[in-house]
């Protein structure tokens, strides 16, 4: 999976395999990027950090448009409300109240840990159109959670990938991952990724609930639950600028 976060997808139609034909490798991510995609999304969302003194709720909504732009305010705990966060192409700033001041958050710094969490800002900056960054290839089939899937490898690319590797499980009717493994160049496990609670939404199918585990953290992992979400809705343009962090 992308990240929570790292869930703002777009892709084009393909055509189906014939039945009993493995796909290739580009044709599911067509898939995956074609059943996730939308202009615009608005999502309303619960972050359940597990860590090792106990769990923590983050809520918050989202507003994107295509892959390039989103922008996301903090809603509680009261700590974190009134937080907000800006993705304009390959650039991310953030406000916080606290403190009265925006910052931009480059180089070193996206790799830290989102508010704690298993998801890091660098993260929140990869592109989501899988098929754009990655070629594919079906190594295998098996069962996840009693659905049959494509276990798809996958190799970047591009540059300046934050998981140049992956691995990810396609549900084989619902094209739609199921899990995910991210890796390093160096073929490293960093993180993994469940997605579950796929329900169809507006003609696609769509993970309501992800779990991240960050393996080289301690704790039980990120959860990151969708709320509620709607596709193709009207945002203003003025939600994707710097004055909006301040409002």
């Not at 597990?50 to 809603?75: M, V």
Request: neutral net charge; glycine residues 6%; hydrophobic residues 35%.
């Amino acid at each position: 999976m992308k990240n929570p976060i790292w869930f703002l997808l777009a892709g084009s139609l393909c055509a189906l395999p014939a039945q009993g034909q493995t796909p290739s490798g580009r044709e599911i991510l067509d898939r995956i990027d074609k059943n996730m995609a939308s202009e615009t999304r608005i999502v309303q969302s619960s972050m359940i950090v597990h860590g090792r003194r106990g769990s923590r709720t983050i809520e918050s909504k989202t507003w994107a448009q295509g892959t390039d732009r989103s922008f996301t305010e903090y809603l509680s705990p009261a700590r974190e409300r009134g937080t907000k966060m800006l993705k304009l192409e390959d650039q991310l700033w953030m406000y916080s109240p606290s403190t009265d001041r925006t910052i931009q958050i480059s180089g070193h710094m996206l790799r830290q840990s989102v508010m704690g969490s298993d998801l890091s800002y660098e993260d929140m900056m990869e592109n989501p159109e899988l098929a754009d960054d990655y070629e594919a290839r079906v190594s295998g089939s098996e069962t996840i959670d009693g659905r049959d899937c494509w276990v798809v490898d996958m190799t970047g690319v591009v540059g300046d990938l934050a998981y140049p590797l992956r691995k990810v499980w396609v549900d084989k009717s619902r094209w739609v991952p199921l899990k995910e493994e991210l890796f390093a160049r160096s073929g490293k496990l960093l993180k993994k990724i469940e997605l579950s609670d796929i329900r169809q939404i507006e003609g696609r199918w769509f993970p309501m609930r992800m779990r991240f585990k960050d393996v080289l953290k301690t704790g039980e992992g990120t959860e990151f639950i969708v709320d509620s979400i709607a596709f193709d809705v009207e945002i203003p343009e003025v939600t994707f600028t710097k004055a909006m962090l301040r409002r």
